[in-house]
């Protein structure tokens, strides 16, 4: 009885193909992971900063209505909206 050595070299590079994207799925699997840990602490420290941002924005409106500095306040507030929205912290508010 003859071999059929393409049949055999098929089921070879089958069963190594099949094991070598085992290894890539497994590898896969655990950067998955370890990216999801990532993502969870980026998404903690963006909220830490964002309420700290929404706190600094709040106390600077009722500072400057306290004072009454409102052309001096009116142009930091300015520059610091401008940062904000070009680094995409805030919302752009005019398109």
């Given at each position: 009885?003859?071999?059929?050595?393409?049949a055999v070299?098929?089921?070879?590079?089958?069963i190594?193909?099949?094991?070598?994207?085992?290894?890539?799925?497994v590898?896969?699997l655990?950067?998955i992971d370890?990216t999801?840990k990532w993502?969870?602490k980026?998404?903690k420290l963006?909220d830490?900063a964002d309420?700290?941002?929404?706190k600094?924005?709040?106390?600077?409106f009722?500072?400057?209505e306290?004072?009454?500095?409102?052309?001096p306040?009116?142009?930091?507030l300015?520059?610091?909206?401008?940062i904000?929205?070009?680094l995409?912290?805030?919302?752009?508010?005019i398109t």
């Amino acid at each position: 009885m003859e071999m059929n050595w393409i049949a055999v070299g098929w089921i070879i590079d089958m069963i190594l193909n099949g094991f070598i994207w085992l290894i890539i799925a497994v590898l896969s699997l655990l950067l998955i992971d370890a990216t999801d840990k990532w993502t969870r602490k980026a998404i903690k420290l963006m909220d830490k900063a964002d309420k700290w941002i929404r706190k600094l924005t709040e106390y600077s409106f009722d500072w400057v209505e306290k004072k009454n500095l409102q052309i001096p306040a009116s142009i930091i507030l300015l520059i610091i909206f401008g940062i904000l929205s070009q680094l995409g912290i805030i919302p752009k508010l005019i398109t």
